[in-house]
């Protein structure tokens, strides 16, 4: 059986490792060689949210991103989440300004493949009928998730359902986003074939991470069990927190008889470069985890964890880390059993650290939750299964009744937003970018920061010797020599 890979080292694997901290160089100095791995696709950091990254905390411009992944990997097939949104964690804006920003992208050549979940806040009833025709319109190729978790209500029986949904929708691609690397092989053996069966000949994926240091282990169960293709990431943005190694899942699927498609012999320089700008920047690299049961308790996301200690320390009470994770399994359950990814953990962490931190469950009870017993996130986030005494508690709060008029307020049109950033002068590019900023100010910031740094590989070593000489003035020239040939760089600004 054949085995094909999907690729999650920029996207997925930086977001999982480096918070997101990945720059243009850093991807530039080793796309032109993913190019040509023999992925299936390659995930490029292009949603909303990594744009206001690059802009903000990096100083880079993502435009400049989007060409050079358009311009490096012209043949592969680079894909990223989607959805009807720009921002995730915001109101959705007017249909016709993120049918310009996906589109955007698309046309730059920079997105091919979009990737939705689709049962977190009712995605497949509320988005994909309006969505997907247009996505189809631009040519991307449509990859529908079902996000995994483990509660009383996400039988297997629910999954096949689910799947039957989105088959309705003809999607490319279904995979299985197993976020919080919760799935186990047991639980494998009786999940995957039934999505496999449901799924109707369309293709299945795996998308697993290695929180609780299961993945690499499940995956090979999945290829047992039919699976063929796999998400995963090259070292060292593999493991940790983040997908399994390529070259761990490929050496083990060769050896159990499987014919992986991809070029290890490629990769490793690729690993290697990557690894050395990791040390380069101070960032982390990926190891394997050991096995954390309490993660299957409270199923907070590693990254959320990482936040809230974060904040707590900030309080100077960080020793009741262990309290607000043993709330958030409480509060779960009395919301309904929400799955555990972005944006609904956020809400059940912070719902759970105000309700430790207070000395009282819920004197004081955050927006998002107001909304969430409203049913603003649908059906899927478990509203219909809230504690019934909870529920009517928090809709009969004073800020239920204002959060409800908001919710009724009148649409804002492309153009009145259009004209709040710039006005009809302003290019495509620019009023993203400022949508997205709210404003100019930190783009401006951006600008002045000059060109996106350069992360030079070891075959532009002339390069890389020019551009540290620049910094360091005293030195009037560098010789090299070797036999009868030498280079002599002389720096004119010393």
Known sequence: MDVRF??????????????????????????????????????????????????????????????????????????????????????????????????????LGALNRVQMTANVTDQSKRVFPWLIPIFRSMGLQIVLNLSYTVSPRHSDEYYAHKTRELVAFEPDIIYLKDQGGLLTVDRARTLLPVMVKNANRVPVELHSHCTTGLAPLVYLEALKLGIQRLH???????????????????GN?????????????????????????????????????????????HQVPGGVISNLRHQLAGLRVLDRLDEVLEEAVQVRKELGYPIMITPLSQFVVSQSAINVMTGERYKHVIDEVILFAQGVYG??????????????????????????????SPDVSVQDIREKFGGPGVSDEEFLLRY???????????????????????????????????????????????????????????
């Open 6 to 107: 999907i690729d999650t080292t920029f996207r997925d694997g930086s977001q999982s490792l480096w918070a997101a901290s990945i720059r243009i160089g850093m991807i530039d100095a080793v796309a032109a060689v993913m190019d040509r791995a023999g992925f299936e696709a390659v995930e490029v950091p292009l949603s909303g949210n990594h744009l206001k990254k690059l802009v903000r905390d990096l100083r880079e411009n993502p435009w400049d991103m989007a060409r050079m992944v358009a311009r490096s990997m012209p043949n592969t097939v680079k894909g990223t989440m989607a959805g009807g949104y720009i921002m995730p964690f915001e109101a959705p804006p007017p249909r016709a300004l993120i049918e310009l920003y996906w589109g955007h992208l698309a046309k």
């Open 232 to 250: 995963t990431a090259v070292p060292p943005l593999a493991n940790g927190s983040g997908q399994p190694s390529v070259f761990n899942v490929a």
């Open 436 to 494: 997205i900023m709210k404003g100019d100010e930190e783009i401006r910031t951006m600008r002045a920061a000059g060109p996106h740094r350069q992360y030079f590989t070891s075959s532009m070593p002339l390069l890389s010797l020019i551009q540290e000489l620049g910094k360091h003035k005293q030195v009037r020239y560098v010789r090299v020599q070797r036999g009868s040939d030498s280079v002599l760089v002389q720096n004119q600004s010393a």
């Open 379 to 408: 059906e899927d986030s478990g509203f219909t299964w809230m504690d019934q005494n909870l529920k009517d508690r928090l809709l009969g709060m004073r800020r239920a009744q204002e959060l409800a008029a908001v919710q009724k």
């Open 253 to 297: 699927a060769r050896l159990m008889g499987y014919t992986p498609h991809v070029d290890l012999a490629l990769l490793g320089p690729v690993s290697a470069r990557l690894t050395a700008i990791a040390k380069q920047d101070k960032l982390p690299i990926g190891v394997p985890l050991e096995y954390d049961h309490a993660q299957y308790i």
